[in-house]
């Protein structure tokens, strides 16, 4: 082998969930460790929420040890290996063979340590990390309270890097002269020689379109390395390059190429997007053309599991956003997982990243690893097209000259292509002072904003308490729940002051703090803590353009307890409403007239026990039916898994959705019994049984054994209805290391 091998390092990891400082040791006795695959939790939740949840926050803050045996082939003696961990909760101490490798100290970002000097060629190794999960007040989040989860674990990603004595460390690639027109790419490369010799080396950048033919290339001019050097240069114009866009995420591949004598000895692809964008007092700019930023916030978690899922469920909620009608996300409040920023550039969405914190800034060692956060976040992520400004302040902390000075000016020297924004409370709109480029602030909405470019970063607050936004809301308080999301947008599509605003929140989430007095969920989702829809969902839905799909959603569940005002969302002209049948009227949008595609309001709809039905007219023409019936009394159950294959490679996993539904496979939208799960084969249940149903629907999760292939059998019963069930396949595992 020549060249550089990314290995998964994910799996046949062996775990155990305490403190022993002898699990470092290369000989210690692991046999009684438990098989895991990465990513992983330190602890499953038991449950999701109230009193239950509580000793769950305490119970995942422990000290636990990860270790690993691996062989590498002894012919490759002479190379130098790697290990790179994408997120650990919350403080890791890496050993290989007992010895001291490097420690990290964040919860969000990653870290990679060279082991070449540990390690043995042809014979056994053992990785061994200590993962102390434990509050740390001097590490950003934490110090204060902390309004979402930290959870425990290595919680994303592994691999194991081989390479030659010398090879690619860091590519940065850059646009610096691009217009619809032409552009060229500029390549910033460091390398690094661990020879004791200096070697003469060179760079090539070849740049791929989609369909992997070359579009133009370029070589570094040779330099003589000692221990480590840079290279940047351009390439040639690219005439008429194909700009990325949120319609149109066109991602080129750039082959960085480390060339020694004539032979390439290491390669690394990037992808990359061709834009150029620009925020101004009036608008978000992209590619000369204005967009305005409809966004949302989303949190990295999921019920049971924290935030230790597969790549593929990160993946999902970037989709979810762009699906939800979003074209921006803000990664509130922390670098997210490579996967979900991966996919944001794949589909087109606008991403604001910001550094892990909440409200408190600490002092002289808590600072230090805050910047550290924010120089490990830039250089993992710069070369994202979706990411536009990086966020330097801590999430509605208060003003702090020195540091945020400081965080600005570091971010532009890492990143002198991107702005940076900076987020406030609303209790310090009016006294606080702008250091960073894009002034953020919190749930004001203000005519003309104390400073610009302005972008309402969080907004929607109003039924935290109220119970209008719980996912078993009745139609008026899901109706009042909306109002509170479509009057915020109506706010920023009718300014020219504000360039946009993002949501609080994408989904409902697991917080520490529970001031809302709500068992520990804050439930501002525009989906609940299991990822299923409320209506406020169907109208952002409906702000997309019907060309990508007509949208069409009667937020009723059509019941005697029904309001006689029936709103409806959706992507068409006109909708025109029938009750049993009977037309009730055909209307132009009247609600919410700002936005896109505003809402449909029916005054005095009066209720008759069956079929409301909404037909949607685009150009005249009928687009969209949706129907909305009276459920009647509970009749079955419904199992759904999102994803019907998994692999077995001890971590791959899917939600599975529960739905209580009528004779006619209407779902009673206000059941909350109890339902009993079973499951039955060769995989993890990960959930609670039995379980209340909240809004006729709940979820549960099943994940993959190493190895361990065949069929997987969920049953789903509750008395007196018919018993759901389905089946997962488990398809081998071919992958993992050699
Ligand atoms: C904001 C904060 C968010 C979230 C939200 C709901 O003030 O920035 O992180 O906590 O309130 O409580």
Redesign the pocket.
Known sequence: MTGRKVMNFNTEWLYLPSDDPGARLAGFDDSGFEPVGIPHANTVLGAHKGDDFQKYIEQYRFVSWYRRHFTLPGDWAGKRVTVGFEGVATVADVYVNGQFAGRHKGAYTGFSFDITDYVSFGSANVIAVRVDSTRHADIPPEGGEV??CLFGGIVRNVTLTVTEPAYIGDVFLTAPVLSAESGRVRAAVSVRNTADAKKSLSVETVIYDKKGAEVTRAVSGAALVAEGGSFTFDTPEIAGPRLWSVDDPYLYTAAVNLIENGATVDAVETKIGLRWFEFTDTGFYLNGKMLKLRGV?RHEQWPWQGRAVPDKLQARDADMVKDTGFNAVRC??YPQSPAFLSRCDEIGLIVFEEAPG??YVGDGGWREIYKDNIEEMIIRDRNHPSIVTWGVRV??SWDDRELYTSTAALAKALDPTRPTHG?R?NENYDSTEMIEDIFCA??VYPEEPRFSPFISS?HS?EH?TDGCNLPWATDAQAMENTKSFADAVNYYYGSDRCLGGFA??MFDYN?EVN??RTGHV?Y?GMYDIFRLDKPVAHFYRAQKEWTEGVELYIASCWTPDSPSEVEVYGNCDEVELLVNGRSVGKIKPNLYMNVPHPAFRFENVSFEAGTLTAVGYVNGREAARAERRTPGPAARLSVVPDYGALTADGADMTSVTVVLSDENGTRLPYADERVSIAVDGPADFIGETPIALEGGRAAFMIRSRFRRAGTVTCTVSAEGVEPGKCEIEIIEYDGGME
């Open positions: 309004d979402y916030n509130s409040h909440w409200q999430n509605e987020v409370r919190n749930y969080e607050w935290w609080w929140s917080n001031y809302t804050f501002s």
